[in-house]
């Protein structure tokens, strides 16, 4: 791309987000969507779009604000859950095996709203660390819509939920994750092999995919003992 074409395309951008912000279409305070789906808008590369996001702040127009991450970590290591468990697990050189529980439709009515759908399919797992020990519980929660619903008679694809997903056509983009820690009911408990009332760390993760829509809310029950959740903040001057 030649830089004459680089610059109007990146002018066009500016000048059409301006409008947006001037008219009030953009309120002080909103975010803006998210480079995919303005990129895409546009119809122009996410360079060029994060040319005219850097422009747009320069004339005070936008404002970054610092990000909060946060990462689990498993006896030190960290893990990208972006591409699922079973990959950043695999990723990190942990050794762990995974225990395929069961595949089953259900229905949350509660996740209607969010999801399009009352129908899920329910997916849990457990692994296991090298020494036996049973360390997560995930039940995985997956909109029982595009073919999905076919899930509990074929199964996963080479063993993967995020696999199967990407074979239907959803590719996690963004989402969100809350992390805290509650006692082990008696179904939890009988599943990890632990006592009744065992504190575990609990993250609730959901991920929406690269066109917006809900694909997946996953409940982890992790080990304490191995996993941890790190916090970064800010960023160095």
């Given at each position: 791309?030649?830089?004459?074409?680089?610059?109007d395309k990146k002018?066009?951008v500016?000048?059409?987000?301006?409008e947006?912000i001037?008219?009030?279409?953009?309120?002080s305070?909103e975010?803006?969507?998210?480079e995919h789906?303005?990129?895409a808008e546009?119809d122009v590369?996410?360079?060029?779009?994060r040319?005219?996001?850097s422009e747009?702040?320069r004339?005070n127009?936008?404002a970054?604000?610092?990000?909060v991450?946060?990462?689990?970590?498993?006896d030190g290591?960290?893990?990208?859950?972006?591409?699922g468990?079973?990959?950043a697990l695999?990723?990190?050189?942990v050794?762990m095996?995974?225990?395929l529980?069961?595949?089953?439709?259900?229905q949350?009515?509660e996740?209607a709203l969010?999801?399009?759908?009352?129908?899920?399919v329910l997916v849990?797992?457990?692994?296991?660390a090298a020494d036996?020990?049973?360390?997560?519980?995930?039940?995985?929660l997956i909109?029982?819509?595009?073919?999905?619903?076919q899930?509990?008679?074929?199964?996963l694809?080479?063993?993967?939920l995020?696999?199967s997903m990407?074979?239907?056509?959803?590719?996690?983009?963004?989402g969100?994750?809350?992390?805290g820690a509650?006692p082990?009911?008696?179904g939890a408990?009988?599943?990890?092999?632990?006592p009744?009332?065992?504190?575990?760390?609990k993250?609730?993760?959901?991920?929406?995919?690269?066109?917006g829509?809900f694909m997946?809310?996953v409940?982890?029950l992790?080990?304490?003992?191995h996993?941890?959740?790190?916090l970064?903040?800010g960023?160095p001057?």
């Amino acid at each position: 791309m030649s830089e004459q074409v680089r610059f109007d395309k990146k002018s066009r951008v500016v000048q059409a987000l301006v409008e947006r912000i001037e008219r009030g279409e953009l309120g002080s305070g909103e975010r803006l969507p998210g480079e995919h789906e303005l990129a895409a808008e546009f119809d122009v590369s996410r360079g060029t779009l994060r040319e005219a996001l850097s422009e747009l702040k320069r004339r005070n127009y936008i404002a970054t604000q610092t990000g909060v991450g946060s990462i689990v970590t498993y006896d030190g290591v960290p893990l990208d859950q972006s591409a699922g468990w079973a990959r950043a697990l695999a990723a990190g050189a942990v050794q762990m095996s995974t225990e395929l529980l069961g595949i089953s439709r259900v229905q949350r009515e509660e996740l209607a709203l969010m999801a399009g759908t009352e129908q899920f399919v329910l997916v849990e797992r457990r692994r296991r660390a090298a020494d036996g020990s049973v360390v997560s519980l995930e039940r995985s929660l997956i909109p029982a819509v595009d073919g999905l619903e076919q899930l509990p008679l074929s199964g996963l694809k080479d063993g993967s939920l995020t696999a199967s997903m990407a074979a239907h056509g959803y590719e996690g983009q963004y989402g969100k994750q809350w992390i805290g820690a509650e006692p082990l009911d008696s179904g939890a408990a009988e599943l990890l092999q632990r006592p009744q009332g065992t504190v575990f760390l609990k993250v609730v993760r959901e991920t929406f995919d690269t066109r917006g829509r809900f694909m997946e809310q996953v409940e982890s029950l992790l080990d304490p003992a191995h996993f941890q959740l790190h916090l970064n903040f800010g960023s160095p001057q």
